[in-house]
């Protein structure tokens, strides 16, 4: 008896992009956010420094934690609006 096979049409399955780096971007956002309360409520700085190393800090936290959300949005919206922009059902990236 030969049983043929239906082709089921699933919805495709365009999953997160780099998962381990966006998994480090937000570990290292986290950690940083971190390190910059514990430098912006600690006494062990004086007034100049804390400004300096908090603000660099700060531009840390910004840069990991906005890039992961970055690669999030791009993984589940931009990477479909650019699927139905094309028309095609492979997106490339």
């Given at each position: 008896?030969?049983?043929?096979?239906?082709?089921?049409?699933?919805?495709?399955?365009?999953?997160?992009?780099?998962?381990?780096?966006?998994?480090f971007?937000?570990?290292?956002?986290?950690?940083?956010?971190?390190?910059?309360?514990?430098?912006?409520?600690?006494?062990?700085?004086e007034?100049?420094?804390?400004?300096?190393v908090?603000?660099?800090?700060?531009?840390?936290?910004?840069?990991?934690?906005?890039?992961?959300?970055?690669?999030?949005?791009?993984?589940?919206?931009?990477?479909?609006e650019?699927?139905?922009?094309?028309?095609?059902?492979?997106?490339?990236?």
């Amino acid at each position: 008896m030969l049983v043929m096979a239906e082709s089921v049409q699933s919805k495709p399955n365009y999953g997160i992009d780099a998962p381990r780096l966006l998994r480090f971007s937000f570990i290292a956002g986290a950690i940083s956010a971190v390190i910059f309360f514990v430098v912006l409520f600690s006494a062990v700085l004086e007034q100049i420094p804390k400004i300096i190393v908090g603000t660099l800090l700060s531009i840390v936290v910004t840069y990991f934690l906005g890039m992961g959300c970055f690669m999030i949005y791009g993984s589940k919206v931009m990477k479909l609006e650019d699927r139905d922009k094309t028309g095609s059902g492979s997106v490339v990236g």
